[in-house]
């Protein structure tokens, strides 16, 4: 972790700490910051050590982590929010994503926070403006929106509302850094922010071709896992097409933008995900993993992140 001073430095709250709060716990207690973890469910945050203790202990076994004991005695749990929040510099908000719960919170927030606490949302794509209008920490809110497991994918969504201040979202960037975060910008906000959106535009194009009886969805997923993804995890889109046409990015433009157009064309009309659809997805996937099976499969999906983080690394150190 850098050793500059960040809002970070007088520790950080996490408030929800289920899938995603508890990943944003250990992001900042492996970098050094003292975390403090509040829920309002007390039977949740009974399960909370040995679930922390459970990721730490994988996280060493492949080399991504050192000391892992002392890494979860940076980590506090407490009783009330005001404990968990007071004299904080940053706080992750990481609780249900739901515009209603959202301003409940942060309106107990407004009466607790001194004036310098940032808040961050994680909310997957309501934007901050919709539960931070009208109070008084309004513009030292904003979103940063991470993927999970948070202390496994870097990235992380920076969405400022129209009266968040900017210093707010530098800080936050700055912070984001430091603890080995992945920080990007989203200039003003927009529905499903970027990354949703990318997603939703390849969902999209995989349930019509499911619909449309052009491939199995185990074929569709096979696309991406054995073909589209392996480039992915290191280079995005642009880069992509950049190093697939001799001439770069222009000469692919030349050669394929009229294929794209001619499938944007016959895109034309959204339609929902159907129930007739999704029950004939969901009985694919059931058969390959039934239900009672999704934990197990999250588990194996988390040591494969490791495998792969601790391969990103070590390519990334030599190059
Ligand atoms: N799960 C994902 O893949 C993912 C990824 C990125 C972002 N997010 C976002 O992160 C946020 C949390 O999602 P999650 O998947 O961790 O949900 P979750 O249901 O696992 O956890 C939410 C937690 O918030 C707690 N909570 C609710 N209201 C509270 C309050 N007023 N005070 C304290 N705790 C409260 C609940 O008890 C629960 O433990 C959402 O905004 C979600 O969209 C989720």
């Given amino acids: 972790m850098s050793s500059q001073t960040h809002i970070g430095s007088s520790g950080v709250a996490i408030v929800g700490a289920g899938l995603v709060g508890l990943g944003w716990a250990i992001v900042f207690a492996r970098a050094g910051l003292n975390v403090r973890v509040f829920d309002h469910s007390a039977e949740l945050v009974a399960t909370l050590p040995d679930k922390l203790k459970q990721s730490l202990a994988d996280l060493e076994r492949f080399g991504l982590i050192e000391g892992p004991d002392e890494?979860?005695?940076?980590?506090?749990?407490?009783?009330?929010?005001?404990?968990?929040?007071?004299?904080?510099?940053?706080?992750?908000e990481s609780v249900l994503e739901r515009v209603d719960v959202k301003r409940g919170l942060y309106e107990q927030l407004d009466d607790l926070l001194d004036e310098q606490t940032i808040v961050g949302s994680s909310s997957s794509g309501i934007p901050s403006s919709a539960f931070t209008e009208g109070l008084?920490?309004?513009?030292?809110?904003?979103?940063?929106?991470?993927?999970n497991p948070p202390?496994?994918?870097p990235v992380v969504e920076l969405v400022p509302a129209s009266w968040t201040l900017p210093q707010a979202v530098d800080q936050?960037?700055?912070?984001?850094?430091?603890?080995d975060q992945h920080p990007i910008r989203v200039t003003r906000e927009l529905q499903g922010f970027v990354l949703n959106r990318l997603q939703g535009a390849l969902l999209r194009e995989a349930w019509a071709l499911f619909e449309e009886g052009y491939c199995s969805a185990a074929d569709i997923d096979a696309t991406i896992s054995k073909g589209l993804g392996l480039r992915w995890s290191f280079m995005g889109p642009f880069e992509t097409i950049d190093l697939n046409a001799p001439g770069g990015v222009r000469d692919y433009a030349n050669r394929?933008?009229?294929?794209?157009?001619?499938?944007?064309?016959?895109?034309?009309?959204?339609?929902?995900?159907?129930?007739e659809l999704i029950s004939r997805v969901e009985a694919e996937r059931r058969q390959a993993l039934p239900l009672g099976s999704l934990g197990e499969r999250s588990q194996w999906r988390d040591r494969r992140l490791m495998g792969l983080a601790a391969h990103k690394r070590d390519m990334e150190a030599g190059e």
Avoid: F
């Avoid at 749990?77 to 706080?91: H, K, P, R």
């Avoid at 008084?136 to 993927?147: E, F, N, T």
């Avoid at 936050?172 to 603890?179: F, I, Q």
């Avoid at 064309?265 to 159907?274: M, V």
């Fill in 71 to 92: 890494i979860s005695r940076r980590v506090t749990y407490c009783d009330t929010l005001e404990n968990a929040v007071s004299g904080v510099g940053y706080i992750q």
């Fill in 151 to 153: 202390y496994l994918v």
């Fill in 136 to 147: 008084s920490i309004a513009p030292r809110c904003l979103v940063a929106h991470p993927v």
């Fill in 172 to 179: 936050v960037h700055a912070l984001m850094h430091a603890v």
């Fill in 256 to 275: 394929l933008g009229g294929l794209y157009l001619d499938i944007d064309k016959e895109r034309t009309d959204p339609q929902p995900w159907s129930e």
